[in-house]
């Protein structure tokens, strides 16, 4: 039922870099924030939706759609912009993003646009549903594969875990869970509001076939999604580090940008460094 696409790495890379342009520009705009989170999960997202999924613009509810889930809702505008660019809706829609009455809020809301799967944002609900999903497809013997894209903060909820532990009693394996292993979450380091760490090892003792990968290696994202499953019979962990507001050198790593918006002059800078000038 997909789409073939035939997108080179390079032709990827340059949409990441058109998204997170996007990205600065969408945050400027609505005076939104949450713009460094969101920047760091483009990679993710653009090795899913052109390098790995099957799936179908045109038929947004294929009952045999692979699906992804943003798990950490904060980073909607990743994924609007990320659909939009895939052609699951027009360039108008993506513009309206935060303004009064649009069906683009500030964290994605369940069938409000082609391609979004779940409402989410009050995090720890992706992966359930996420298992849900893939409990389903496997009663009804049907092919599609689930991928949970989620943040390393969302991994202090109990109900991640809960899934996680659920996951492989079930043998889910079709279902995928992304960590974007940012290493911040809103008022500190990750790793100093909760000991995450090993993360890679606490998925493996949860009995889910576990990867740790960088987060903005393209090629090495789309090859690891395009393995789920991966014979092994479990579901699949994939700790991607990644670097919070990845792509503009202003923000790269500064929590700050957690909660700031930037200014005209900074689209400028950023579109500057991204080339888009």
């Known amino acids: 039922m997909s789409v073939a696409l035939d997108t080179s790495l390079e032709e990827m890379q340059a949409i990441a870099r058109r998204i997170r342009g996007r990205l600065v520009q969408m945050s400027h705009r609505a005076q939104t924030p949450h713009l460094a989170s969101s920047l760091s999960c483009v990679?993710?997202?653009?090795?899913?939706?052109?390098?790995?999924?099957?799936?179908?613009?045109?038929?947004?509810?294929?009952?045999?759609?692979?699906?992804?889930?943003?798990?950490?809702?904060?980073?909607?505008?990743?994924?609007?912009?990320?659909?939009?660019?895939?052609?699951?809706?027009?360039?108008?829609?993506?513009?309206?993003?935060?303004t009064h009455g649009s069906i683009?809020?500030?964290?994605?809301?369940?069938?409000?646009?082609?391609?979004?799967?779940?409402?989410?944002?009050?995090?720890?609900?992706?992966?359930?549903?996420?298992?849900?999903?893939?409990?389903?497809?496997?009663?009804?013997?049907?092919?599609?594969?689930?991928?949970?894209?989620?943040?390393?903060?969302?991994?202090?909820e109990g109900s991640v875990w809960e899934a996680a532990m659920l996951a492989p009693a079930q043998k889910l394996e079709k279902l995928v869970a992304v960590v974007d292993y940012n290493k911040w979450q809103a008022t500190g380091r990750s790793n100093e509001v909760m000991a995450l760490e090993p993360l890679k090892d606490k998925f493996t003792a949860f009995g889910w076939s576990a990867y740790e990968t960088d987060g903005h290696d393209i090629a090495g994202l789309?090859?690891?999604?395009?393995?789920?499953?991966?014979?092994?019979?479990?579901?699949?962990?994939?700790?991607?580090?990644t670097v919070k507001g990845k792509g503009v050198s202003y923000m790269e790593d500064d929590n700050n940008w957690h909660y700031r918006i930037p200014t005209e002059a900074e689209v400028a800078a950023a579109h500057q460094e991204l080339g888009l000038a």
């Open 104 to 156: 683009l809020a500030e964290h994605p809301s369940p069938n409000s646009a082609p391609g979004i799967e779940a409402g989410t944002g009050s995090l720890g609900h992706g992966l359930p549903i996420g298992l849900g999903m893939a409990v389903a497809g496997r009663i009804q013997k049907q092919d599609y594969r689930v991928c949970v894209v989620m943040s390393d903060g969302e991994c202090n």
């Open 222 to 241: 789309v090859e690891l999604l395009r393995n789920v499953p991966d014979g092994s019979g479990k579901p699949v962990a994939i700790v991607a580090h």
């Open 43 to 98: 990679d993710i997202l653009v090795a899913a939706y052109w390098g790995a999924l099957d799936i179908d613009p045109s038929q947004p509810h294929d009952p045999l759609r692979d699906r992804v889930i943003l798990s950490k809702g904060h980073a909607a505008t990743t994924l609007y912009a990320a659909l939009q660019a895939r052609g699951y809706f027009s360039e108008e829609l993506l513009d309206s993003y935060g």
